[in-house]
């Protein structure tokens, strides 16, 4: 007997082999249906899939034959895979130097003849054969062997069709531990508390957020009652209900105190909400559990500050009726009577009297004015623009109209054209245009005649009203402080003036959204300058 | 009765000087009185004026364009090293942030609140020069 020798690349052929997956497993119904059909084509009683392995042959199917392997060194096939592109043909084994004295010839099975076409991947490594045996000698038809060749590379084709399906499953399955553990960490390391709960309204799972927060380890809840784990009464009255909403398909709700594992009941926000398996039946529900504790208090604290606010309001409406009534009253008393005085009884007064009772007044009626001023200020911090298109045409008329009497006095004159409509407080305008207007006829050098021009020019996003003058103008380093309150640049005597109008001017531009600033105006002069913003927008509530 | 010689008032309140005017007299005050109603014409004064003689300057804080503290900052140069001239501050109302103002310039060594009354001019004129 003359054993095969070993093929050239012999170790990467048994690692291919092994790497198939495929010795020693269980018979399969596709290969046993090609070595009866090899043994059909071929008419011979015996048929095999033979895998050679480093000490033995492995049969993956065999048809008329019992033993399942047999040593390696008596192998027909560990000769036919020595040439991987033919089928090894003997027709009689007696007559074979090779097998002639092969105990599988001399001995039980007796074989006489042999056809075995080589197994052999698309890399080149003959694996076994497919190969058909008989007890007498005999031939094959070139059809015959053409066939036999055919199913050795069906086997091939299979083999490899069930290797990329093993690797399937197996990434498959490596995925599905995978998103395990995504889901696992993620469920972990949230701050949200979640569990879900089964149809018998048992725990399945809780996150560590959740057990953290009833202070209750894993196996105190999971696979424990949901009435057991948060009290009967709780779980009866309050969870019960809403649970069972969800596992009916609905979702529940419920916010209020939770006392369990806490001192003190602790505000928490819990939704139910139902599981559904792929095939939308409802599997369980999802409890998501947020501990709104937090907000909760910042409400209450925002709450009693909206209360004091509220309260604080109340009591400055009070105060500026104090002012506006209260303080006015005893200034009328000064005004009136040192008003008469000087009109009934000056005659009867010293010179010095008659201008210590100028004084009196003086600063009387300055006070009136100053009470006016702050009234009308107070209350534009109470107010809230009340914004819609206005008419600004239409506003100049009635400014013009107020200012009538001083423009008479001073024979100043206000002109302007062309005015835009704009969005805004018709009232509150009034009074920003009416006091531009009035500071650019009043501070005016002597002898000079008051021209006041408004002009409307269009921005980016913004309405631009210009009011000019020909008046003293206003320094430079003066001209952002000159809108803080009670700014005044001049002498009592020179300019009379609250120190009031210009902040009143700025709040006004500011309620709008817009703001007011002063440059010098060309050919002397001051020109204010009012940005509003051209469409309506949200405001500030003051 | 003492040894100031000049008094200046510093105030664009026409009736307030009037009335301080009255009431430093009221006080015994027999020297120079001397009253500028803004800080330009005073610092024109300053810089002319005898700054040997024992001086006191009421300077008022609420001035309308260069306030009472802006005068006193350009004042500095002349009245530094000249100790027989006190500049103290003239306040309408005492608000904390114009005490922090005025401690922060060296040279307003007080801080008087409206009205001058003839007990308070009379304590300031006792007081060693």
Same mark, same amino acid.
């Given at each position: ?66 033993? /399942? ?70 031939? !094959? ?12 590379? !069906? ?30 960490? &993620? ?38 009652? &949901? ?37 003190? /009941? ?7 909400? /139902? ?54 009253? /005893? ?90 409509? &704009? ?120 | ?84 001239? &006190? ?43």
């Amino acid at each position: 007997m003359i054993s095969a020798p070993l093929p050239a690349n012999e170790a990467a052929r048994l690692a291919a082999l092994t790497n198939l997956g495929l010795l020693d497993t269980l018979p399969q119904g596709t290969f046993d249906d090609i070595t009866a059909l090899a043994s059909t084509i071929c008419g011979t009683p015996i048929a095999l899939i033979s895998l050679v392995d480093a000490e033995r042959q492995w049969f993956k199917s065999r048809a008329g034959l019992d033993a /399942p392997q047999t040593a390696r060194d008596v192998a027909f096939c560990a000769h036919a895979i020595l040439e991987p592109e033919q089928v090894m043909v003997v027709e009689d084994a007696t007559l074979d130097a090779r097998f002639h004295d092969n105990p599988l010839v001399s001995q039980a099975p007796e074989i006489r003849f042999y056809a075995g076409a080589p197994i052999v991947t698309r890399d080149g490594f003959a694996l076994g054969t497919v190969c058909v045996m008989d007890r007498e000698a005999r031939t !094959l038809s070139a059809a015959q062997i053409d066939g036999l060749r055919s199913l050795s590379r !069906l086997v091939v084709s299979l083999i490899e069709h069930d290797k990329r399906q093993r690797e399937e499953a197996l990434l498959a399955s490596e995925e599905m531990r995978q998103r395990n553990a995504f889901l696992v960490a &993620v469920t972990t390391a949230s701050l949200d508390m979640n569990a879900f709960i089964d149809h018998q309204h048992i725990y399945r799972y809780a996150n560590h957020a959740y057990l953290d927060f009833f202070g209750l380890a894993r196996e105190a809840v999971e696979g424990k009652p &949901v009435a057991q784990v948060l009290g009967k009464e709780f779980f009866e009255d309050t969870v019960k209900p809403r649970l069972d909403a969800a596992l009916a398909g609905e979702s529940g709700h419920f916010e209020g105190g939770l006392a369990h594992g806490t001192d003190y /009941p602790v505000h928490v926000d819990v939704t139910y909400l /139902p599981a559904r398996d792929a095939a939308g039946v409802i599997i369980g529900a999802v409890v998501r559990l947020h501990n709104v504790q937090k907000l909760k208090e910042r409400e209450l604290l925002l709450r009693s500050s909206l209360t004091e606010l509220e309260h604080k309001t109340l009591e400055q409406q009070r105060f500026i009726h104090i002012v506006s009534h209260d303080l006015r009253e /005893p200034v009328n008393t000064i005004i009136n009577f040192s008003t008469h005085l000087a009109e009934h009884y000056a005659q009867a007064l010293p010179p010095e009297a008659r201008r210590y009772l100028d004084f009196v007044q003086g600063g009387g009626t300055r006070m009136k004015q100053l009470l006016d001023d702050l009234v009308a200020y107070v209350q534009l911090e109470k107010d809230m623009a009340d914004l819609r298109p206005v008419d600004l045409n239409a506003t100049m008329n009635l400014v013009s109209a107020d200012l009538a009497d001083v423009m008479a006095r001073t024979g100043g004159s206000v002109d302007w054209d062309g005015m835009p409509r &704009v969005h805004g407080d018709g009232t509150l305008l009034r009074v920003l245009l009416q006091n531009l207007v009035a500071n650019g006829i009043k501070f005016v050098a002597p002898e000079i005649v008051p021209q006041v021009t408004l002009a409307a020019l269009a921005g980016d996003g913004f309405i631009e009203i210009q009011v000019r003058d020909n008046g003293i103008g206003v320094p430079e380093e003066q001209r952002e402080k000159i809108f803080d309150m009670f700014q005044r640049l001049h002498l009592r005597k020179q300019y009379e003036g609250t120190g009031l109008g210009l902040s009143i001017c700025r709040r006004i531009a500011e309620m709008h959204g817009g703001r007011i600033s002063v440059t010098a105006a060309a050919g002397g002069g001051s020109c204010f300058s009012v940005f509003l913003p051209d469409s309506p927008r949200q405001l500030e509530k003051t | 009765m003492t040894g100031i010689e000049r008094i200046i008032l510093i105030d664009d309140n026409e009736s307030d000087n009037v009335f301080h005017e009255i009431i430093i007299k009221a006080a015994g005050f027999a020297g120079e009185l001397l009253v500028f109603d803004g800080g330009v014409k005073a610092l024109d004064y300053l810089q002319t004026a005898a700054l040997a003689r024992p001086t006191r300057v009421f300077l008022y804080i609420n001035l309308p364009g260069m306030d009472g503290f802006d005068v006193a900052r350009r004042a500095t140069p002349l009245l530094q090293g000249k100790p027989a001239v &006190v500049l103290l501050m003239l306040t309408s109302s005492a608000s904390p942030q114009d005490r922090e103002r005025a401690a922060a310039i060296s040279i307003i060594q007080g801080y008087v609140t409206k009205p001058l009354t003839v007990d308070g001019v009379r304590e300031l004129l006792a007081a060693p020069v």
